[in-house]
């Protein structure tokens, strides 16, 4: 959808969310039941995992507003599906505006990186990198992510392999861990 061509100036700190979320277009919510084989156990089908809330900016780029509920399915800490982009030069700056996490990329050649993601830090995932968000922490994980335009989602390859690494509980503490099912 294209909007008129200005957007009013906004703050957007964690306490502006709710402002966020009233000029948003487009709205996106995933329970266990839309995640199927994303977790490595199977997740409770009702169960709120996270919400996204996009704003299409008016020229090049749009925004992601991701909150992610604290939680985990068996061991493994709530996370997003994670995609590549379609476009093949789309690369993406997150944001974090409250909360404790961690993001993983893994580039088409299946080099991991993982980085923690924690209020008031951000990350710059490169054109070509798939990314997946995970919460460690015990409040809601709340994301900004500014992207081009023409980015796109291409779930299948994640769908369909997963990433290299994914993140459990072991001894009480958030861990990374070699992906069993890779
Ligand atoms: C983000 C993500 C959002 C949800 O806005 O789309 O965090 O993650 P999934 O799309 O993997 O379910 C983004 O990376 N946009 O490009
Ligand atoms: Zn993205």
Redesign the pocket.
């Known amino acids: 959808m294209v909007k008129s061509n200005t957007l009013d100036p906004f703050s957007l700190h964690k306490e502006d969310v709710d402002t966020f979320i009233s000029n948003s277009d487009n709205y996106?919510i995933?329970k266990g039941g839309d995640m199927k084989g994303f977790f490595q156990e199977s997740a409770d089908p009702d169960k709120l995992i996270?919400e996204?809330y996009?704003i299409r900016g008016p020229h090049s780029t749009?925004?992601?507003?991701?909150i992610?509920k604290p939680g985990k399915v068996g061991k493994e800490f709530h996370m997003?599906?994670?995609?590549f982009?379609e476009s093949k030069s789309?690369d993406?700056y997150?944001f974090c505006l409250s909360g404790k996490g961690m993001i993983i990329m893994q580039s088409e050649d299946d080099e991991i990186r993982h980085m923690p993601l924690n209020e008031g830090g951000g990350v710059y995932?490169p054109s070509g990198w798939a990314?997946?968000?995970i919460n460690v922490g015990d409040e809601d994980f709340i994301?900004l992510?500014i992207?081009p335009k023409d980015?796109?989602?291409d779930?299948g390859a994640?769908e369909d392999k997963g990433f290299r690494s994914i993140v459990m509980e072991v001894d009480g503490q958030p861990q990374v861990i070699d992906n069993p099912s890779f």
């Open positions: 996106i995933r996270y996204v996009e749009d925004m992601g507003l991701t992610m997003t599906k994670g995609h982009h789309a993406e997150y995932v990314h997946r968000t994301l992510a992207f980015a796109g989602h779930y994640i």
